[in-house]
């Protein structure tokens, strides 16, 4: 059984910085899409960033030129380096895993396999 297991969370000042990252285990495929998402209070998951199984890479708009998506995977660990934050950024992040071929890299219902998500919290 996969699990993704993120950490990296926490409290930041606008403009600061935070790294997270999702330690997976329990998986046999070795051909597998990565992402993070993101999700505030009465809103659905947005998809943030996403790696795929051939190693092309989408970011939402929102973030692009200030976050970073990569895999270790030697480490079997994904991260996500987040710069410039904004207050809009905070939420909870969580990472997915999908073993699928991928027609929407960034829509939650690509994917299977879910963390239980970090805090990240962007103060102005």
């Known amino acids: 059984q996969v699990q993704l297991q993120e950490s990296g969370g926490g409290s930041v000042q606008a403009g600061g910085s935070l790294r997270l990252s999702c330690a997976a285990s329990?998986?046999?495929?070795?051909?597998?899409?990565m992402a993070w998402f993101r999700q505030t209070p009465g809103k659905g998951r947005e998809g943030v960033a996403g790696?795929?199984?051939?190693?092309?890479?989408h970011y939402a708009d929102s973030v692009k030129g200030r976050f970073t998506i990569s895999q270790d995977n030697a480490k079997n660990t994904l991260y996500l380096e987040m710069n410039s934050l904004k207050p809009e950024d905070t939420a909870m992040y969580y990472c997915?895993?999908?073993?699928?071929?991928?027609?929407?890299?960034?829509?939650?219902?690509?994917?299977?396999?879910w963390g239980q998500g970090t805090q990240v919290t962007v103060s102005s």
């Open positions: 790696i795929e199984s051939d190693g092309t890479i």
């Open positions: 329990g998986y046999r495929h070795n051909r597998y899409s």
């Open positions: 997915a895993a999908s073993f699928r071929i991928l027609k929407q890299p960034l829509a939650d219902n690509e994917y299977d396999y």
